[in-house]
Each structure stands twice: as structure tokens, then as C-alpha cells.
């Protein structure tokens, strides 16, 4: 099990928080999401977590991941 660390920008409410936390934890072998929306920082804890499929889901939940 690891845990990768990002930054999401973009989000302003709970709302946009529990839009990339569904979003991500759809995928494969994801098992915790873990957002702070002041911060924007995102963790994800999981199994062999595709670093661009987290990156994916985030734009797909309409924001975005700081390089
Ligand atoms: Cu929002």
C-alpha cells in the first residue's frame, strides 16, 4: 500500500471536493481518497496507483493537478 501526495487546483466548495474524490476513486487500486480543499492537497492511498489515471480523473472531474 502506498500513498502519493498532489495538489489539485481549482476547487471552492465541498462540492468540487466530493467531485474529485468520486472521480479518483474510481480508479484501479485506489482504496482511500483524502482531499483538503484549503489546501487543495490530494492524497490517494492505494496499490500500484497510475500516477496519469489520478491526473486523468482529476481533469475529469473538471480540475486540476499542479505539476
Ligand atoms: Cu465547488
Not at 472521480?23 to 484549503?38: K, M, R, Y
Request: proline share 1%.
Amino acid at each position: 500500500m502506498t500513498e502519493q501526495t498532489y495538489t489539485v487546483v481549482g476547487m471552492t466548495c465541498d462540492h468540487c471536493v466530493m467531485s474529485v474524490r468520486e472521480e479518483v476513486s474510481e480508479v484501479a487500486g485506489v482504496t482511500a481518497v483524502d482531499v483538503d480543499l484549503p489546501t487543495g492537497r490530494l492524497v490517494v492511498t492505494g496499490e500500484d496507483v497510475s500516477e496519469s489515471a489520478v491526473h486523468a480523473a482529476v481533469a475529469e472531474a473538471g480540475y486540476e493537478v499542479r505539476a
